[in-house]
Structures are given as structure tokens and as C-alpha cells.
């Protein structure tokens, strides 16, 4: 039997060659612990499952750039930052389009929107919205990586690739600028 190969090992040679034997091992290496942490953020099993595998088919098709100075070598935090970030994308489109039916239905019953509904939009897309989009890409970054992804903030530096620390400190500047918008 060979030798076990590293993760470095594994993923130059998938993003590299299209070594399908590296692609397998890095598949069974990776997706069982994958889909148990992207489970943990999100309880819809067969919408994780579909995460996972376009992890997985990114990574195999190369749309998914590794590369181990930025990586830092570390196979999990990558397929980590990728994973999350389409589950992410497959919650907002879920629920985008749960909007749009929801604004169909009130057009072909012409109901008129009770107050709460016009709260509760004012509180979606109003002020916060706007804070948001004004803060630098790198705090909101973190925000999403520790607030919407809940990862610890080590969990995030790896995600990121910053310092704990830098975390910390960015989500903290985060935090005071969305009070001083909101206030």
C-alpha cells in the first residue's frame, strides 16, 4: 500500500494534473466532515448535500483556485471558506425567492399588507441594510464569517486568512459603526 499523501500533496495534484485518484482520497478525506460541520449551520439535509458536492465539483473543475500560500496549506479552512460561501448563496436565493412568492400571492389576492409585514420589511431592507453596505468589505467579511456563517473567531481567521487577533479587532470596529449608523 503507498504512502498516505499530505493535503498539499492531494490538491496540487487535482487543481494541477486532474489526478482523479487525489480528487477520491481528497473526496473521502474531506465530504463526510464537511457535510457534518455545514449540517450544524443549516438543518435542510438534502440542500447541504447539494453544498457539498459543489464544493467538491468546484474544487474538481478548477473554479475553485487553491493555492498554498494563501491557503497556508490548510485543505479544511479552504474547502471551508468555499463550502460556506455557497450555502450562504443557496439560503439567499431561497429565500429571495420566498419573497417573490410571497409578493405573488398578495398581488393575486390583492390583500392589503398589515402592519406588521411593513415593519418587518422596513427592519429587511431599510437602515440596517444600509449600514451594512457601507462598511468596509473586510468588516463585513467577518461579519458574515462570525454573525450569519457563526464560525469562532479562530474558525474565521482560518476562513479569512488573518490573524485571530485581526479578527477580533475588525469585528469589534464592525460592531461600534453599524451602533453609530443605527443610533
Do not use: N
Request: net charge positive; glycine share 8%.
Amino acid at each position: 500500500m503507498s504512502e498516505m499523501r499530505s493535503d498539499g500533496e492531494l490538491l496540487r495534484a487535482v487543481t494541477a494534473d486532474g489526478d482523479r485518484r487525489a480528487f477520491e482520497e481528497l473526496y473521502r478525506r474531506y465530504a463526510p466532515w464537511l457535510t457534518a460541520r455545514m449540517r450544524t449551520r443549516c438543518a435542510d439535509a438534502a440542500l447541504v448535500d447539494d453544498v457539498v458536492q459543489e464544493t467538491f465539483l468546484a474544487v474538481w473543475r478548477g473554479t475553485a483556485r487553491w493555492r498554498e500560500d494563501a491557503a497556508g496549506a490548510d485543505a479544511a479552512g479552504w474547502l471551508w471558506r468555499i463550502a460556506s460561501r455557497r450555502l450562504v448563496d443557496a439560503l439567499r436565493g431561497a429565500g429571495a425567492r420566498g419573497r417573490l412568492r410571497q409578493a405573488l400571492a398578495r398581488l393575486r389576492h390583492r390583500d392589503e399588507v398589515s402592519a406588521e409585514e411593513r415593519v418587518l420589511a422596513g427592519v429587511e431592507h431599510g437602515d440596517l441594510a444600509g449600514a451594512l453596505v457601507r462598511l468596509s468589505p473586510e468588516l463585513r467579511a467577518v461579519l458574515q464569517a462570525t454573525v450569519v456563517d457563526g464560525l469562532t473567531t479562530r474558525e474565521a481567521a482560518v476562513l479569512l486568512g488573518i490573524p485571530p487577533g485581526t479578527v477580533k479587532t475588525r469585528a469589534m470596529r464592525a460592531r461600534r459603526q453599524l451602533r453609530e449608523a443605527l443610533a
